[in-house]
């Protein structure tokens, strides 16, 4: 009877997994990306997608949030076809259960998870992508020793279960090493703003900054959906494009100030 019921348990988790990954890979593939591989590691499964960059804004929207909608669907649908039974039906609400945890833990603003890839997305719009970066790999690190620290509690209450202890160690781990493939992402951020179908579309974000303004400092404002324009000092007659900004860098390096290229724009007029 054990046996079947830790059976019963692994297939239940399983197919919540499945539904979750699957639920991206469709969404992924509606929304015009491509599927390089999805694979399995010790917390599940994931699938890693390409292209994404070329793709609106709501549309990377819709895939980061298709694997927790689907669990948290799921887990209605069982619920309430479990109690409209008026007996109940164990595995049902059993189902209901490990899918509302799994969507809600994917919810959790931490990377890799589906959470954190939402508040990166909103952040890198308003803050620039490299700082809301930043930002949301300490959040994830801190968040992950509150995991850590919940599943020592819960391995002591209940033992042999390390679930969140598991999860606190595999957040940890991807925050710390995740940086290149944020900057990575970034890279083709900026570079997909320029295909043909998306360049028509997106608009520009205007946005004051003193002439003092470390040149790095600006080029971390850059966002994936907007072609951001600098008035430096709040002065409009003279506007720094980001590509502008960009050609200086590759050009001249990162050091200085913003001031500085204006005042060497003025000069070659």
């Known amino acids: 009877m054990i046996i079947f019921t830790w059976l019963q348990t692994a297939v239940l988790v399983f197919a919540s997994l499945m539904l979750h990954e699957w639920a991206h890979v469709f969404a992924v593939r509606f929304m015009?990306?491509?599927?390089?591989?999805?694979?399995?590691?010790?917390?599940?499964?994931?699938?890693?997608?390409?292209?994404?960059?070329?793709?609106?804004s709501w549309e990377r929207y819709v895939i980061y949030a298709a694997g927790p909608a689907a669990n948290l669907a799921t887990a209605l649908w069982a619920f309430a076809t479990s109690h409209i039974s008026y007996v109940g039906i164990a595995w049902l609400d059993e189902l209901a259960f490990y899918n509302v945890v799994l969507g809600i833990f994917n919810l959790t603003p931490a990377l890799p998870l589906d959470g954190g890839r939402l508040a990166l997305q909103f952040l890198g719009n308003r803050i620039g992508?490299?700082?809301?970066?930043?930002?949301?790999?300490?959040l994830g690190i801190a968040i992950s020793y509150a995991f850590i620290a919940?599943?020592?509690?819960?391995?002591?209450?209940?033992?042999?279960?390390?679930t969140l202890l598991c999860a606190g160690l595999f957040i940890k781990h991807k925050n710390k090493t995740i940086a290149p493939e944020l900057q990575a992402a970034f890279h083709l951020a900026i570079s997909g703003k320029n295909s043909p179908h998306r360049a028509r579309t997106l608009t520009i974000k205007e946005l004051p900054l003193p002439a003092e303004t470390e040149i790095k400092?600006?080029?971390?404002?850059?966002?994936?959906?907007?072609?951001i324009t600098f008035h430096i000092d709040g002065k409009k007659?003279?506007?720094?494009?980001?590509?502008?900004?960009?050609?200086?860098i590759f050009k001249h390096g990162i050091t200085g100030t913003v001031g500085e290229i204006h005042a060497i724009r003025l000069l070659s007029r």
């Open 217 to 227: 400092h600006a080029f971390e404002r850059l966002t994936g959906d907007y072609f």
């Open 32 to 56: 015009g990306g491509k599927i390089e591989k999805v694979g399995f590691f010790p917390l599940g499964m994931m699938a890693k997608a390409r292209r994404l960059e070329t793709l609106h």
């Open 129 to 138: 992508i490299l700082r809301a970066s930043r930002f949301i790999t300490r």
């Open 150 to 162: 919940l599943g020592i509690i819960q391995a002591v209450l209940f033992p042999f279960n390390i």
């Open 237 to 248: 007659e003279y506007p720094l494009r980001e590509q502008t900004l960009i050609n200086y």
